[in-house]
């Protein structure tokens, strides 16, 4: 088996000797190029190269989930095929949902023999992923499309996302810490909470309007807090379509509601309640923005957006696992 490592040198829990030990232990077992990411977008070309090759079995990304979302884009920058490559994933990030979704440890090394064992036994699973674009017809209408691995969102937790990326970009480090500030600042700074402007459409039912936060799911946990999983949508899986979470009023109150109803989720429950909006399995549907709102993918902030498509592509692509 020939394979490609996409190394990301800025991942935040694994050390150059760390990163050396599992080069060693991959290198053993296959016949492995390894490249370092240089900037940002190299992991998705490398993607594409990988996709585009002939001869490359496997890609496995080394570092966090947004690593992880630019070889995924690279892979299928034409589309789903089972002649691509497959994925394997080593954690290097601070949080690294995709993979612990995946049911992989979260220690990089122990990743490491669990990838080995499931190639010996020659382990796999294909997974849903979901893809969103600009909407026909709008002034996104021309945003090049992207692939999300586990959840995306318009509005209040992309706002929070992208304060945390300044953060990082002024040099603090990626703690839980650094994201519940964020939060509180983006409640308090926010100024569509009171009166959403999302509008979500889907094909055969109303509209639903006045949105003030919008999140969407493509498997469950949402999110870990430390060890901690987070469930914003407990039935959402890589094996069916997309789960939406979305809330038409963040007062204090309620916000002081929904938290403590997300930091006592379970796969059984999540968030509920009079403005809480919970939608199962959806193919495809449109979130529209009466103003522009961010926009967050497998935590990557990516701007803003007044309309943005989403689709739940089932079978999308084989992991190794």
């Not at 939406?244 to 509601?257: G, H, I, K, Y």
């Not at 193919?283 to 803003?304: E, I, V, Y």
Request: hydrophobic share 40%.
């Amino acid at each position: 088996m020939r394979a490609l490592l996409v190394v990301n040198p800025a991942a935040t829990t694994t050390s150059a000797r760390t990163r050396d030990v599992l080069i060693h232990a991959l290198a053993s077992e296959m016949k492995l190029e390894v490249v370092t990411t240089e900037y940002r977008g190299h992991a998705r070309d490398l993607g594409r190269q990988a996709a585009d090759s002939d001869d490359i079995d496997m890609v496995v990304a080394l570092g966090g989930d947004g690593t992880v979302n630019e070889v995924v884009n690279g892979l299928l920058h034409r589309g789903p095929d089972s002649r691509l490559p497959g994925l394997a994933v080593v954690p290097g990030g601070s949080t690294n949902v995709f993979a612990r979704a995946l049911g992989l440890p979260n220690d990089a090394v122990e990743a490491t023999g669990a990838l080995l064992d499931a190639l010996r036994e020659e382990r796999e699973r294909t997974v849903g992923l979901g893809l969103a674009a600009g909407t026909p017809g709008t002034e996104d209408e021309s945003v090049p499309s992207r692939w999300f691995t586990f959840c995306a969102g318009l509005g209040f937790d992309a706002g929070v996302v992208g304060r945390v990326e300044q953060q990082r970009e002024l040099g603090r480090r990626s703690t839980h810490a650094l994201y519940l500030r964020q939060v509180l600042r983006q409640f308090l700074d926010d100024p569509h909470r009171r009166h959403g402007t999302i509008t979500l459409e889907r094909p055969g039912a109303d509209p639903v309007t006045d949105l003030v936060l919008s999140i969407i799911c493509n498997t469950s946990p949402w999110t870990f807090l430390g060890n901690r999983p987070v469930y914003a949508a407990p039935k959402a899986s890589f094996d069916t379509g997309l789960d939406v979470l979305a809330l038409s009023r963040m007062s204090t109150p309620s916000v002081a509601r929904y938290a403590t109803q997300l930091l006592t989720s379970s796969p059984e429950r999540g968030p509920h309640g009079k403005h809480a909006v919970t939608l199962h399995d959806l193919a495809d549907f449109t979130l529209h923005s009466k103003a522009p709102l961010p926009l967050q993918m497998d935590g990557d902030h990516l701007g803003l957006r007044t309309s943005v498509t989403f689709t739940g592509v089932r079978r999308a692509l084989r992991v190794i696992v």
